[in-house]
Structure formats: C-alpha cells, structure tokens
C-alpha cells in the first residue's frame, strides 16, 4: 500500500511509560484504600483515557476522592517521568529513518503528553501534529481521534497506518478505516499480547522497532504477480 500519514501511540510505543505510570498509579490507589497491585493496573488500565481510568476507578474500585488520588499519582508521576522515562528501545532511530509524514494519537491528556514525551527530543520528531483525546468528544475505541488526525493532515484513511499497542487502539483504526499495526513490548509481562491485538484487527503485531520496520516493509513492498 502506499502510505500518506503514520499514526503512533505513545504510551508504550513510542516511550517505556506504562510501567511508570501503572506502578505510580498502584500506590496511589493503594494509599486511597484499593486492594490493586501495579500488574493489575497495567492490565487494567493501560490504553484507557483518564476519563476511563477516572470510571473505573469510581465503579469497580470504588474509590470516592476521586481528585485526591489523581493530585497524589500525578506528584508522583510527573517527577518519576523526569528521573527515568526513556524512549522505547530502537523506536527513536525507526521513526527519524521513515520518510513518511508522522504524527502522535493517545488517549493521554494533552498536559501528561507534554509532561513526559514533551521531555524527549523525540517529540521533535513529531509537533506540532500531536494528538491527545483531550481534542475529540470520544477517545479510542471510537475513530473520532483517528478522524481528526487524518482530517488535520489532509490524509486519506485508506492510506493511513496506525502503530498502537492497546485493543483499543487498534479497533479505533479499523473503525477509522485505516490499517493497524499491533506493538509489542518486548518486556511486557502481560502473556498473550500478540494474539489479542491480532484478533482486535491488527494486519500485524510486531515485537519492538525492528519487527516493527520490518512490518512496514512488508506493506509497502510491490505484490509479486505471478504468470
């Protein structure tokens, strides 16, 4: 296929944030009462919007000071984000080779994007064309972030292929009509994750960068025809 627009996840993509964030998160929860371990935060919540994350923990964990337990993870988080958040092994070199016009859909908040791959050089590799759910009226699953990345950038659907590493971005592409890749971790614990993104609609599922830029050879490379 040819490819007019390449959309990244961030969270776990593009950098080792979600380890951070779950175990920053877990004690945050924790300290508010919750019986929750940080690889149950990573399961639970990883891939989800706050508004998301902010529900969940109201109906199954039934936390009440909602605000409470976000000001405590966030002066954790944002500090611990300072001191040790790195780019995914290999994705920076990826996506400074690809000729390709690039850009970033999470569904983190705009503040927490600029908080952390804000701090990387590799967030030069994609502003201004950043996009957080805090810009649309649904975060992924639904399309709408996928729409306004291709509607901003005058990029075809068809055309575009989304690299994200959670369920739900992966069927917030396909909903969106584009092509999805599922990514990896390779130091994910979480068993299966291969298989899941692949049943959600990801055409591949590839283990870090260099299965990665081999997966996007694979799409544009020419059909073979046979006589």
Not at 60 to 85: M, N, Q
Request: aromatic content about 6%; overall charge negative.
């Amino acid at each position: 296929m040819q490819i007019d627009l390449l959309i990244f996840d961030c969270d776990g993509v593009l950098i080792n944030s979600e380890p951070i964030a779950s175990r920053t998160l877990a004690k945050a929860l924790q300290d508010a009462g919750a019986a929750i371990t940080a690889e149950e935060v990573l399961v639970r919540f990883t891939g989800n919007s706050a508004s998301a994350i902010r529900r969940i923990c109201t109906e199954e964990l039934g936390i009440t000071d909602l605000d409470a337990v976000f000001e405590a993870w966030h002066l954790d988080i944002y500090p611990e984000f300072a001191r040790s958040l790195e780019p995914m092994p290999g994705i920076e070199s990826l996506v400074r080779s690809l000729p390709h016009r690039k850009c970033v859909a999470s569904n983190s908040s705009t503040d927490r994007l600029s908080k952390s791959l804000g701090l990387l050089p590799l967030w030069n590799a994609f502003a201004p064309s950043i996009f957080s759910a805090d810009m649309v009226a649904r975060p992924k699953p639904a399309p709408d972030l996928f729409h306004l990345c291709a509607e901003t950038l005058s990029a075809n659907p068809v055309r575009c292929v989304v690299i994200d590493d959670s369920t739900h971005g992966i069927t917030g592409a396909r909903a969106a009509g584009m092509t999805a890749i599922g990514f990896v971790d390779p130091a994910d614990p979480r068993p299966g994750r291969a298989k899941t993104l692949a049943e959600a609609g990801a055409i591949f599922v590839a283990t870090g960068a260099d299965e990665l830029q081999e997966a996007l050879a694979r799409l544009e490379a020419p059909l073979s025809v046979e006589a």
